[in-house]
């Protein structure tokens, strides 16, 4: 006998907290960050966090690899910055904000177009497919320079247009909000995807595509929604990047451009959710800050995603879900000292390292500025002999204690999994 009583599910209280924490930190942060340059680096993380997660949609959740995914967002920037010319002439009655979203649809509009054909194919053909696509687009941005500016890109202004309640987005916050709101957005509704039936069958097509077929789906269908899916948030980021930057060049169909998207989405953690989150924060931070004080910095992001692929091929945001894990068992504090320890040690051999490169550095690119390179507090001389053997000597001295220092955390850690296994086990058989 069938009830008429309605029953909901309980309400998700954890999810709730998760996302209103979320909004909170996107609303609290500019009010904390006042400077120009943390406003204008906040912005960048907003766009940042959309493609990431766009692409993750690709990677992470459909298991393809692309090595083009820049070709949408930037098309979406250029037609974003034409659409923008447009208003600003008077000839296309449009608000300001709602240009991003001619950006999402342009973005959505090559994906149809490219995508039907990308995704006839799965795996290391699908990744060669859009290489060779990407390259071909960025080569075409040189080529016609009436679409794209050629080498010194189409400008804009955003500051046009009806100012309703006075929003002109000129100043730095104003345009912050519209891209707070944009990124809140876009980040539920691709959550939001990953939930769907849709989304589910995403993930069997990338974990098993022969079972999918098998039971009568479709898989080039599947990948290829979901090709569009994040084609049009890509073009979303595209055109709030171009509201940011008023300015488009054909740096944003780069190869180099879809690279950073791959590099960071992996450091992120392409298998959580959330791992693009932080991917996109790290990007910025890069390619703002960490390039600022060095001129290095390529080389530390790619000997960072060398270990981080050696030992940590999760992402980021592996690292902390297992340590959740562990502190769900109440083990968490047991790792602490040893946490500080790995740190400590880990620091010591980053300065001798960085010390070694910034010397290094210093004779191929400095040398007529003289011997001397100023590090961390300290002034390294390339011509001392001492400088080099010292940071050498830093340098081991540190490899030796962080070695010493893993295998007892190795040790620890294999006895909280153990007793997490045994654990686990006997809730089981209750």
Known sequence: MRSNVYQFKPLNV?????WSGFALVLVVAP??????LSQTMLCQMGVAIIVCLSYNMLLGQGGMLSFGHAVHSGLGAFLAIHVLNLVSAGKLPLPVSLVPLVGGLGGLAFAVLLGWVTTKKSGTTFAMITLGIGELVAAMSLMFPGVFGGEGGISGDRVTGAHPLGITFGPQI????LIAIYTFVCTALMFAFTR???GRMLNAVRDNPERVEFVGYDTQMVRYIAFLVAGFFAGISGGLAALNFELVTSEVVSGYR???????TFLGGATFFFGPIIGGILMVLATVVLSE????????LGLAFL?????????IASLIMMNVRVASFGKLKQLLVNYLALAATAFVILVGAAALIEMVYHVQLNAGQGSATPFMGVTLDVNALGSWLGAGFVMGVGIVLFEFTRRQF???WSAIQEFIEHETKRREAL
Do not use: H
Request: charged share 10%; glycine share 8%.
């Open 14 to 18: 954890g999810r709730f907290i998760i």
């Open 31 to 36: 009010l904390v960050f006042t400077s120009s």
């Open 174 to 177: 104003q345009l912050y909000y």
């Open 196 to 198: 769907t039936p849709l």
């Open 258 to 264: 879809s690279g950073a998207y791959l590099l960071f």
């Open 293 to 300: 004080l060095t001129r290095a910095w390529l080389l530390y």
């Open 307 to 315: 270990f981080m692929v050696m030992y940590a091929p999760g992402g």
């Open 410 to 412: 190795a040790r620890k």
